[in-house]
């Protein structure tokens, strides 16, 4: 049994980023984020964290999600440790996150909810 002082108390991604990918169906459905361009943008998302040499242990890891319940703002995504969520529109709102928070480590207020 290891001792418990030897554990490294960081987090394994500074931040982690999920995008809420949940598509409903049928005609009285909720709006989704999948329906919302959610698969376009996580996948924009994780070319430009790549791109930019943010992934990996000890940096930034960007994540599907199924449903994170705040259907009506989507689409939706959520920077973890912080929690903090944000919606967007375009790749444009994407990048700004990733500069901002991800990078700037401050809060994009215009996309927060």
């Not at 999920?18 to 598509?23: L, Q, R």
């Not at 361009?37 to 599907?64: D, F, M, P, S, W």
Request: hydrophobic fraction near 30%; aromatic fraction near 8%; glycine fraction near 10%.
């Amino acid at each position: 049994m290891s001792d418990m002082s030897d554990t490294n108390d960081a987090p394994f991604y500074k931040h982690h980023v999920f995008f809420c990918m949940n598509e409903r169906d049928g005609k009285d459905a909720r709006q989704s984020c999948g329906k919302c361009g959610a698969e376009k943008a996580q996948k924009h998302a994780k070319k430009r964290i790549k791109e930019l040499g943010l992934n990996g242990q000890g940096k930034v890891r960007v994540n599907q999600s199924g449903c994170l319940d705040r259907c009506e703002e989507g689409p939706v995504l959520v920077v973890y440790p912080e929690g903090t969520w944000y919606t967007y529109v375009d790749n444009a709102d994407i990048d700004d996150i990733i500069e901002t928070h991800l990078i700037g480590g401050k809060v994009v207020e215009r996309l927060k909810i």
